[in-house]
């Protein structure tokens, strides 16, 4: 009876170290993808806010399972979000056909885009994209501790509104509205102010840094002189809740040691 119940024992363990060493042998991601979203009119790289999860986010859903209904990949999909200078990258995903879909996006819908990731190489992919609102012209410029930034707004389509404009600086280049991604902002708002008078013009905006904290203290003063006596500047745009940044610029100032 022993020697019975010892040989069930046996072929079920065995059958169990069967079924891990299978588990072990599945094949890793060896797949990917990357590219830019490049703007439509003007074929120049779409800046974006800082990569994370109040960026742009992509999504890569496997094409015969996105249809499904049962709890399979097709409600896992691969996620990841757009770099801060318009670009996108994900070397971790399966050989296989997906369908790449984007998420908070600061440009006008785009098609759900048909991609195969075939092993061992990472496919390129550029997004053709029209963005709400451009920011060009950026000009930055330090003087008594006054910070002074001129640009341009430009854009496409005037079926919205541009709400407001606003002018960040960080002692980071990575920067965006989000709290913690700026030291200070100025934001405008620009709802009353017909869109005619925003557009293709020469607009201003300002920091006064005399007496701000952020600007004073000094474990971010030495980081300040770390850059090479540089903070950074961003414009950014908001059109129907979305925003668009202009590229982050740096801008000499003088510190007091």
């Given at each position: ?12 363990l065995?059958s169990?170290s ?12 060896n ?6 979203f ?28 996105f ?16 770099k ?27 098609d759900?885009?048909?991609v195969?990731?075939?092993?061992g ?5 550029d997004?053709?994209v029209?963005?709400?609102a ?6 930055a ?18 079926d ?7 002018l960040?600086?960080h ?8 709290t ?23 607009l ?12 004073n203290k000094e ?15 961003r414009?950014?745009?908001?059109t129907?809740?979305k ?15």
């Amino acid at each position: 009876m022993k020697k019975i119940i010892y040989s069930i024992l046996s072929i079920l363990l065995g059958s169990l170290s069967l079924v891990s060493c299978q588990d072990d042998n599945y094949d890793e991601p060896n797949s990917g993808i990357k590219g830019r979203f490049i703007d439509a009119e003007t074929s120049e790289l779409v800046p974006m806010p800082v990569q994370g999860d109040n960026g742009v986010r992509l999504r890569l859903y496997e094409k015969d399972r996105f249809y499904s209904t049962d709890r399979d990949h097709s409600e896992l999909p691969v996620s990841f979000y757009a770099k801060i200078d318009g670009t996108y990258e994900n070397s971790w995903a399966f050989s296989t056909d997906y369908l790449l879909t984007f998420e908070q996006t600061n440009f006008y819908p785009v098609d759900t885009i048909d991609v195969s990731l075939r092993g061992g190489s990472i496919t390129e992919k550029d997004i053709l994209v029209t963005p709400y609102a451009r920011i060009s012209d950026v000009r930055a410029t330090f003087e008594n501790k006054q910070l002074n930034v001129a640009y341009k707004i430009s854009r496409s389509k005037a079926d919205y509104k541009i709400e407001n404009t606003f002018l960040a600086w960080h002692i980071s280049p990575y920067i965006d509205k989000v709290t913690g991604n700026f030291m200070d902002m100025n934001t405008l708002d620009r709802k009353g102010t017909d869109d005619n008078q925003l557009l293709n013009t020469e607009l201003t905006q300002s920091i006064d840094l005399t007496n701000n904290a952020n600007f004073n203290k000094e474990d971010n003063k030495a980081i300040i002189l770390g850059h090479g006596s540089q903070i950074f500047v961003r414009i950014g745009v908001t059109t129907n809740g979305k925003v668009n940044y202009s590229t982050v610029v740096p801008v000499k100032v003088t510190i007091e040691k």
